[in-house]
């Protein structure tokens, strides 16, 4: 199987990966005829749409159905398109075009923890039953892990389920919150504990008598979106409704949630690089000291951060779902046998799914503040479109585990893959306690090889920093959070470089945008360095001896010194600047 997290441990030319300029024409298609029903269906209704309109969004849903944008990742035989995870992944990122997160949010939840439980472990029947009308966009799906005192502690539930007398039906008790899809759902994943705490999955249905719904939550943003509770009261919910088996809940509940990361990667990819049209048509129309405010160099620099930014996430999404596609290979998707090993696939990324969701969501954040920051005054307004995106933007950091949980499971994901030697990572760290850059053909790599030899040396950064942990704490590294954190850290900065690196060494001899492209890249990888160099300092200062700490600093200068890496990032800022400027929006999608 294409092993998840190998880019810590192979040279950069040893292998490829999936990029946007392998799309086949088909996704090419795909992205635009998405994108386009976004911009001319969605985006100018966009303000009905957040009135909580249930039919409007009901509306909306069935048409997306009608496409073929519901069922991308359902089998043909209950009325999908079994697409791809790179193209699933387009699909997200081409909807948020229609610049309305809410509607983006009931899509997403839809397509991904409300259906693909039933479709990974349902039986025969269950699929036939549900997946065909929620693929239409008939039936409303949703999802209900989360309670009022279990929120990151996901098994911490206290929702039960009790088999009644005649064994016909399980009695759940509880209430799930913040449940998406909550009052216009017709089916619901939910889940409790059965009998003797067994953590279990279940199937409600509109029929299950006790399924009450909560009001509306008052959200800071996503506002055209359902948000309530559930309120279980004596729910009669049958026992061929269960999902799975009893007991076995949490791998269903765990294993969607990757999937779910991914998928707000592209959605959050799609509106950092939404962001940065609709801050730049203000920016050149609106004029101070007699010249558009676009002239001026410090919102210039911002223009290219954001350019920069929304490039490095386009890279991490492809690549995340390009790694899964190929450890998935083909298969025959109505099989259980081809849903178990899908889930072990996807499962198998841990790092890069929770790294997408954070580097996306991040530069979601990030882009919308310069957004509203260019808007200046106009920004804080609800008058102008930047206060909403402001207020939508805010939940992404939180949805799918916050961003604090991921970066836990990125560091957790390395120790274990370290301690089961699913990957060389204890013999390359080995390597990098001796030499910090392998012996390579960094040549090949052309007018990139500053670059190729600074990536090999990050690599050997956050393999000698995790090394420190790890003689440090041992296998209790797992608890250390203060360490945790920057591993995760510089593991998210060295995959964010390789991958543009990587992206940069095997365009196409006729890329047209290539010199575009090499700039994006240095100024990507001169950024992902400077924060790893940054990160591995604090690991030396709280793993190392004062004696140790100096010479790996003379250690780091003198390599640095010695490969001579050093940009002029304001001049590759202000050639980013000039190519946005003149195609209006972000101008690397082709």
């Known amino acids: 199987m294409h092993k998840g997290g190998k880019f810590l441990t192979i040279p950069i030319t040893e292998d490829e990966i999936f990029t946007r300029e392998k799309f086949t024409e088909e996704q090419h298609e795909f992205f635009n005829m998405v994108k386009d029903f976004a911009e001319s269906t969605i985006a100018p209704i966009t303000d009905e749409i957040d009135k909580l309109d249930q039919d409007l969004s009901r509306k909306l849903m069935t048409e997306m159905g009608k ?55 349902g039986n025969d029947a269950q699929k036939e039953k549900y997946l065909p009308k929620l693929v239409t966009g008939e039936w409303i799906g949703s999802y209900a892990l989360t309670e009022p005192g279990s929120g990151s502690d996901a098994l911490a539930v206290k929702t039960t389920a009790k088999l009644n007398e005649a064994g016909t039906h399980y009695i759940l008790n509880g209430v799930k919150q913040y449940i998406t899809n909550g009052s216009w759902a017709d089916v619901g994943v939910v889940f409790a504990n059965a009998e003797g705490g ?143 090993h899908l889930q072990k696939a996807i499962e198998e990324h841990a790092i890069e799914t929770s790294a997408s969701k954070i580097i996306c969501s991040e530069t979601l954040w990030r882009n919308v503040d310069d957004g509203l920051q260019v808007f200046g005054g106009y920004g804080y307004s609800e008058e102008y479109p930047l206060a909403k995106m402001y207020r939508d933007e805010r939940i992404n950091r939180i949805f799918e585990g916050t961003n604090e949980i991921n970066r836990l499971i990125i560091a957790g994901t390395v120790l274990k893959k370290a301690l089961m030697e699913s990957l060389p990572l204890r013999t390359e760290a080995d390597r990098a306690r001796e030499q910090w850059l392998p012996d ?40 250390r959070q203060w360490v945790m954190e920057p591993i995760a850290d510089m593991v998210i900065a060295y995959m964010t470089l390789q991958g543009v690196l990587r992206r940069q060494l095997q365009l196409p001899a006729d890329y047209k945008k290539r010199k575009m492209a090499n700039t994006l890249a240095r100024l990507a990888i001169a950024k992902r360095f400077s924060e790893l160099s940054e990160l591995v300092r604090v690991i030396w200062g709280h793993t190392l001896s004062y004696e140790e700490r100096q010479a790996a600093e003379v250690r780091l200068h003198e390599h640095v010194q010695q490969i001579g890496f050093f940009p002029d990032t304001i001049a590759d800022k202000a050639a980013v600047v000039e190519a946005l400027y003149e195609a209006g929006e972000y101008f690397m999608n082709d």
């Not at 073929?68 to 697409?83: R, V």
């Not at 193209?87 to 991904?112: I, K, P, R």
């Not at 009893?246 to 950092?272: D, E, Q, S």
Request: net charge negative; glycine share 10%.
């Open 440 to 479: 390579l053909d960094y040549e090949q790599a052309g007018d990139f090889t500053k670059e190729l030899k600074i990536a090999e040396l990050s690599r050997s950064l956050v393999l000698h920093a995790f090394d420190a942990c790890l003689l440090k704490y041992g296998q209790d590294f797992k608890n």
């Open 67 to 121: 496409m073929g944008m519901l069922g991308i990742d359902i089998p043909e035989a209950y009325g999908g398109m079994e697409m791809d995870k790179a193209t699933t992944s387009l699909v997200g990122e081409a909807l948020t075009y229609g610049q309305n997160a809410s509607l983006v949010v009931t899509y997403s939840d839809q397509t991904g923890i409300a259906m693909l439980p039933i479709l990974w472990y």
């Open 198 to 340: 067994k953590f279990t999955a279940f199937i409600l249905d509109k029929d299950c008598k006790g399924w009450n719904r909560g009001p509306e939550e008052k959200k800071l943003g996503i506002k055209g979106s359902s948000t309530t509770t559930y309120v279980l009261e004596d729910c009669e919910v049958p026992v061929e409704n269960v999902l799975g088996e009893v007991g076995k809940g949490a791998a269903i509940a765990f294993n969607v949630l990757y999937v779910g990361r991914y998928k707000l990667g592209a959605v959050t990819l799609g509106g950092a690089k939404s962001v940065i049209k609709v801050a730049l048509k203000y920016a050149k129309e609106r004029k101070q000291f007699g010249q558009p405010i676009a002239d001026f160099g410090m919102l210039q620099r911002k223009f290219a951060d954001m350019v920069v930014r929304a490039y490095e996430a386009d890279t991490i999404v492809y690549h995340t779902a390009g790694s899964m596609d190929e450890a998935i290979g083909d298969g025959k998707p109505d099989s259980n046998a081809y849903f178990a």
